[in-house]
């Protein structure tokens, strides 16, 4: 393997491609991407694969840059001490740098019987066993949705748009995040599918067999096919490698996205906690971040110092079937506003969304350092408010040199 310094990433989401990718910006770098499929999975595609309407697959060689070596394989552990990851097949790959980009998947439900009779929708795995399932049943068979935040919503309107028998349980309010203006919308275009919403008290589900969901309130409803979308969870990896994280199993990082414990291990995406204060779980930040800790690496081995993070643009993306979407747009703390885009144009823009992923990861491959999302101005005083509302000072550890 050519290069001086080696990078290992695992992860090969959307974070972990961007920071492979942008990394090869210099020669004497040789960067090592491992993760355990062969292929990239879109993962904003998922609902479409399993409502049978689109595909969620990419080959790696159409987003991953050449000079990357891929390497089809799961980690069992990081040895910190001795700058190396454990192959679950056995063997071990040696680092300089390593970034901890595994993502996101299935948080436990925890309620009776959920993990015997209900279908997960985060993974390529879960969505294609769905898929199998689904094409098995007819299309009168009631199916339930559980959990109402964007997988959920999309999975809802994908399936009744197919003239399936769709309810969706929400545990609460129907698309949380949404602003009430934004929320009715959603509401809306899922009655226009036929789609059953059941939220508000009462709703949470505390049981699952095979045919019926029962809800707090007492409800009860018939469902041969549930699916539960409620909640993520991240992997284990870092906690089990003795790695600090955050309660959920996030790596804690300080602001440049290097971890407390050791300066050659650094997170981005759905794993990485920064100061604590992760932020939303999603691709609009998972690109960024990806990109920022690729920065923050070559920077140190230019000498120079990390900048920190901050995002300065957020929004949510939500497919309500193929005629239908909505964007919402949200300020620089990331909560919700009055404006969003609906109906027709919603559905185009998240379609141009979710082919301009793909393209600036493309981009990134073939001209890295192209990708300049996470340099928009802005963001930085938001982050810095709310780091001293949380009593968290300057962190050290992005200043120290590995």
């Known amino acids: ?52 309407t689109g595909d969620a697959v990419v080959a790696y ?35 300089d740098y390593l970034i901890y980009a595994v993502g996101s998947g299935s948080a436990e439900p925890g309620v009776p019987g959920a993990a015997g009779f209900t279908y997960p929708m985060v993974t390529l795995e879960a969505a294609q066993r769905l898929r199998a399932v689904l094409d098995k049943e007819r299309t009168t068979a009631p199916v339930t949705v559980v959990g109402a935040g964007p997988t959920g919503i999309e999975v809802a309107a994908e399936l009744a748009e ?8 929400c545990g609460g309010v129907l698309g949380p995040y949404l602003h009430p203006r934004g929320r009715r919308s959603v509401a809306k275009r899922l009655a226009e599918l036929g789609t059953t919403v059941v939220d508000g008290p009462g709703t ?107 995002q300065s643009a957020y929004a949510q993306c939500v497919s ?19 404006p969003h885009i609906d109906d027709r144009l919603g559905a185009r823009i998240k379609e141009m969304v979710c082919t301009t992923i793909l393209k600036h990861l493309a981009n990134e491959a073939r001209k890295p350092g192209s990708f300049k999302l996470h340099r928009m101005p802005g963001g930085v005083a938001k982050r810095q408010k709310l780091l001293r509302a949380n009593g968290i000072g300057a962190p050290a550890a992005g200043q120290r040199t590995a």
């Open 1 to 52: 393997m050519t290069g001086n310094t080696h990078v290992v990433v695992i992860g090969g989401g959307y974070a972990g491609v961007m920071a492979a990718n942008r990394l090869t910006r210099r020669d004497d770098v040789a960067v090592t991407l491992i993760d355990s499929r062969p292929d990239f999975v879109h993962r904003v595609r998922l609902h479409q694969l399993a409502g049978g």
């Open 162 to 169: 197919q003239g399936r028998r769709v309810t969706l349980v």
């Open 61 to 95: 060689r159409d987003v991953l840059a050449e000079r990357v070596r891929l390497v089809v394989g799961t980690v069992a552990r990081i040895d910190a001490a001795g700058h190396g990851v454990a192959l679950a097949t056995g063997g071990t790959v040696g680092y």
């Open 204 to 310: 949470k589900v505390t049981a699952v067999s095979r045919d019926t969901v029962l809800l707090a309130g007492g409800r009860e409803l018939r469902s041969d096919v549930t699916i539960w979308t409620a909640g993520f969870g991240v992997p284990d990896l870092a906690r089990r490698s003795g790695l600090s994280t955050d309660a959920v199993g996030r790596l804690l990082t300080d602001e440049t996205l290097t971890s407390v414990d050791d300066p050659r291990i650094l997170a981005a995406g759905d794993s990485a906690a920064p100061s604590g204060l992760p932020l939303r779980m999603s691709c609009l930040n998972a690109l960024p971040l990806g990109a920022r800790v690729a920065d923050t690496v070559l920077r140190r081995l230019a000498g120079e110092p990390p900048e920190h993070l901050h």
């Open 320 to 338: 309500l079937g193929r005629r239908g979407g909505i964007y919402q747009f949200a300020n620089r703390s990331d909560v919700a506003v009055w």
